[in-house]
């Protein structure tokens, strides 16, 4: 028997009683995520490195009425992403959903980048997102409800770009394991989409990619749309692929980069 997805609204996605987990979710697009499922109603566990920016979140949803757990983790260690699911569980008795977001990211020219640092990215973004989305998995299997898993990678992840050897590598690693895990899980209701964000207003990024204004200003000269996203649309597409009325949607992968890669050019204005 396939498994049948629950009613879905003709409104917004509603994620009241459902619990997800969110890495990165101390900052940026982790954090807006987390305060929009929040917002939507679901309790929220969000993981990362740094304790006082995860409580800070847990904060923040507190305020809006939500229910979040700040739970440290390093998402390269395969004990530590056990222990983030099997504390989640135990605290808000269920899980549903996952957002791979953790992430780590510098420029540098592959000729130069250091084993470690390549090592450092591979290990954040491509090992952490398969250890989190394989520990979701197996408790969503487990628990026989099926679920949703959104990871957040970038654009040149199929296209590539000079100095992101690393990150653009491990992030279209993570689109090839969504892909095959899509397959994989769709008999147990476990979707599996990526979400590709462009140049977005984060303070993370920011001070990685565009470092002062010139930077900035020559990015921005990249997007078609002339703007930066706010972490609040990425959190709004975010939600779409999370839920009910995205149950029939799976490894596939929406681009939310105000055309950026679209627009690329080799001549002409």
């Known amino acids: 028997m396939p ?13 009241t009683d459902r619990t997800f987990i969110v890495t990165g979710g101390g900052s940026g697009i982790g954090r807006a995520v987390a305060l929009a499922l929040g917002e939507a109603g679901a309790r929220v566990a969000v993981a990362g490195r740094t304790p006082e920016r995860l409580e800070e979140t847990v904060a923040l949803l507190a305020k809006q009425g939500a ?4 739970v440290p983790t390093d998402v390269r260690d395969p ?3 056990d222990a983030l699911v099997d504390l989640t569980v135990r605290h808000f008795g269920s899980v549903d959903g996952l957002v791979n977001n953790a992430a780590g990211n510098f420029v540098a020219p592959g000729i130069d980048l250091s084993p470690n640092g390549w090592k450092a990215v591979i290990d954040i973004v491509l090992n952490g997102s398969f250890l989190c989305t394989r520990a979701v998995a197996r408790q969503l299997r487990a628990q026989g409800t099926g679920g949703s898993i959104l ?11 000079p100095g992101t050897v690393h990150s653009a590598a491990a992030k279209a690693g993570v ?11 769709a008999p147990l209701g476990i979707r599996l ?4 964000p ?18 900035r200003a020559q990015v921005l000269a990249t997007v078609p ?24 949607l799976t490894g596939e992968c929406l681009t939310l980069d105000g055309g950026q890669w679209l627009g690329k050019q080799i001549y002409g204005r």
């Open 3 to 15: 498994f049948l997805p629950p009613e879905t609204s003709r409104g917004l996605s509603v994620f």
């Open 67 to 70: 229910e979040g757990l700040a």
């Open 79 to 81: 004990a530590a992403v």
């Open 151 to 161: 990871s957040v990678i970038a654009t040149y992840a199929w296209h590539g770009h």
């Open 175 to 185: 689109l090839a394991m969504t892909r095959t895990l899509a397959v994989e899980l």
């Open 193 to 196: 989409n990526c979400i590709a």
């Open 198 to 215: 462009g140049p977005t207003e984060t303070e993370g990024a920011g001070a990685a990619l565009w470092a002062d204004d010139n930077a």
């Open 225 to 248: 749309a002339g703007r930066f996203a706010d972490p609040a649309e990425v959190a709004d597409a975010s939600l779409f692929l999370l839920g009910d009325r995205a149950s029939y």
